[in-house]
């Protein structure tokens, strides 16, 4: 096909690569036949690719719609470097210079404009649209025209209207790396998509080996010490929940450090070594020779921000502790491992988080730290945080349930006794075709492909569910207990009451409301209070109980609750046992 060869020879010319990656090129070929697209793919899978060579290839103007400045300018700088003429118009031009750059564009020097979706609705911007042949109009991150994905964006719902009233249609492409059913539809729906030629593809990625551990907060510091005082020569992210973790971590790490170098200086060699890099330099430290690890996050002055940055790129600081603020844009290859210090939202935001590693294609780590008290937190955070939509009552319950749904997922990742590889792919939609769409409850997920994983399915071998062994634990009774205690107290009462109760608490609160008359009052007297919170939430996610939204959330019936009173009824908690937890495979 002839669109086929061109298109390879710009991507030699202008990217210096000889291939294409899988998915880059039907969606290059389809554009160039005239069709609309919609690409799903993770970030750094090549996206950009697929419509920048097409601008080379097509005699009009490529107006590419992207939500953030900082990464218009990277991009733009880059396609200039390549030597495709290209440009944005945004508000770090004056009047003046976005003039300029327009009538560049109109005279037809420019191939790729950049703009962010508010430019559309400027009637400057509009006039010079129509004025102008478009032959091809991108939009990046298009999932933020849903309100079912992470990052909705108002501006982003004026898109399709600027495009349906261009006096000449161009093709549309539209982008994202976030795959849920729902947010394709609505993205195809709301940005007018013409039966556009949909692909997804590139999420596994085999070099990465997926690691969840189970942990206690009070050890996860000390965990990942060790962690990365046995991986000093390597670079690292560690993300973290909160500002205040990333600046304790990061300078438990620092001191770790000092304590480490100092007892080196101290002449107790053979006792303590500073392990070397890989390359075989003698210390990875930063150049001062004190910074193993810097902290970053949202709050720090935008001078810090770019300084912890740039240290973090260029190898002298090894190791950044940061909050999710971290990593837009950021194209560094050799990231070792990244380790989540909590739960993560979505499957969504873990998959772009822990992609940050292995770039190269080396074997790298991504390690999910979590307990049961990230899935409390992260239900409060998702009822929590609205104020800047202007939604109404109705939006805003579809946005909280659709958020719960993406959460639900990230807690089946977290509690799934199959193959993590396989878990991501099939939540991806890149293999298995999935029955009930994308958002499955987890646990619906969780249980037909442990399932499969036990009865003897391949083992990927990068994945630590696929090395561990797995135990299995009858709570039976203890599900039993909780769901006769939540059925005794009406399901009127939160997750702390009914353990309390449960426990056989002496409080006086739970004595006054005459709580200690319950038949289940005392009945779990003798499980330790973890394992029955453990149980409850695992009961949630299955969908026999449901734990309400808003401020005081209530524990109630699921729909799955009938079954409990089954002669049949069993329930089991699933543990993978980690072996080797810590280690880096050798793959
Ligand atoms: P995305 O937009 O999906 O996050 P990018 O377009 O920024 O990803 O591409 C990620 C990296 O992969 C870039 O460094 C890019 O140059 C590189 N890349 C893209 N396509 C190819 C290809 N066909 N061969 C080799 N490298 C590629
Ligand atoms: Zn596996």
């Known amino acids: 096909m002839i669109a086929s060869n061109r298109a390879l020879a710009s991507l030699k010319k202008y990217f210096g690569y000889d291939s294409f990656r899988p998915g880059q090129e039907a969606l290059v070929n389809a554009i160039m036949q005239g069709r609309d697209v919609l690409g799903v793919m993770p970030t750094g899978a090549g996206k950009s690719v697929c419509y920048q060579i097409p601008a080379t290839l097509l005699t009009g103007l490529t107006i590419v719609i992207s ?22 118009v945004n508000t770090t031009l004056d009047i003046t210079e976005q003039e300029a750059v327009l009538e560049r564009a109109a005279a037809g020097h420019i191939k790729m404009l950049y703009v962010a979706p508010e430019r559309l609705e400027t009637s400057r911007f509009r006039a010079f649209a129509a004025r102008v042949p478009i032959d091809l109009f991108t939009v990046d991150e298009a999932h933020c025209v849903s309100q079912w994905g992470q990052d909705f964006r108002s501006s982003y719902l004026g898109i399709g209207d600027f495009i349906a009233q261009l006096p000449r249609r161009p093709r549309v492409a539209a982008f994202t790396a976030t795959a849920t059913e729902r947010v394709r539809r609505d993205i195809i729906e709301l ?8 692909t997804v593809t590139g999420f596994d990625r085999p070099n990465l080996y997926f690691d969840v551990i189970r942990m206690e907060n009070k050890r996860k510091n000390a965990w990942i010490e060790r962690y990365v005082r046995e991986h000093i020569g390597e670079s690292g992210i560690i993300y973290c929940a909160t500002r205040k973790e990333t600046e304790e971590l990061s ?9 480490l170098r100092q007892s080196a200086t101290l002449g107790e060699s053979g006792e303590v070594n500073i392990p070397t890099a890989p390359d075989g330099s003698a210390s990875t430290e930063s150049s001062d020779g004190k910074t193993l690890a810097v902290a970053y996050h949202g709050g720090m002055s935008a001078d810090a921000r770019s300084r912890a940055q740039r240290g973090f790129v260029t190898d002298e600081i090894p190791v950044v502790v940061a909050t999710n603020a971290f990593g837009m844009g950021i194209d560094k290859s050799n990231v070792r491992y990244v380790i989540h210090h909590n739960m993560p939202e979505s499957i969504e935001a873990y998959y772009q988080e822990a992609g ?34 202007r939604l109404s009552e109705e ?15 990230m807690i089946g990742y977290c509690r799934t006794t199959s193959c993590l590889h396989r878990y991501m792919t099939r939540y991806f939609g890149q293999q298995e075709p999935r029955t009930g769409g994308v958002n ?15 009865d ?14 797995l135990s299995v634990m009858d709570v039976t009774p203890i599900a039993y207990a909780i769901c006769r205690c939540v059925h005794d107290v009406n399901q009127s009462y939160g997750m702390g009451k009914i353990v309390a109760v449960l426990k056989g608490s002496q409080s006086q609160e739970l004595l006054s409301r005459g709580l200690n008359r319950l038949p289940s009052y005392g009945a779990l007297k003798e499980t330790p209070e973890a394992r029955i919170r453990d149980v ?23 729909t799955r609750s009938q079954e409990v009173t089954s002669a049949h009824f069993h329930y089991d908690i699933k543990r993978i046992e980690h072996r080797n937890a810590g280690e880096v495979p050798k793959s």
Do not use: K
């Open 395 to 409: 939006e805003r319950q579809n946005v909280r349930a659709s958020r719960r749904r993406l959460l639900d997922a």
């Open 536 to 558: 409850l939430n695992q009961l949630s996610v299955d969908g026999f109980l449901h734990i309400s939204e808003g401020r005081l959330p209530v524990v109630e019936f699921g």
């Open 67 to 88: 939500p953030l400045i900082s990464l218009m300018r990277d991009q733009v700088d880059g396609l200039n470097d390549a030597g495709i003429s290209a440009a944005y």
């Open 251 to 259: 300078a438990q790490l620092n001191d770790a450090l000092r304590a």
């Open 356 to 389: 940050r590693a292995g770039r190269d294609g080396e074997p790298s780590r991504c390690t999910l730290l979590w307990n049961d008290s990230d899935i409390v937190t992260r239900r409060r955070l998702l009822d929590a945080d609205y104020e800047n939509d």
């Open 191 to 198: 940005l007018g998509l013409d039966r556009p030629i949909t």
């Open 440 to 454: 499955m409850p987890s646990g619906t997920l969780d249980m037909q492909s442990s399932a499969q994983a036990q």
């Open 456 to 469: 003897g399915q391949a083992r990927c071998g990068v994945c630590s569910n696929c090395g561990g062994t």
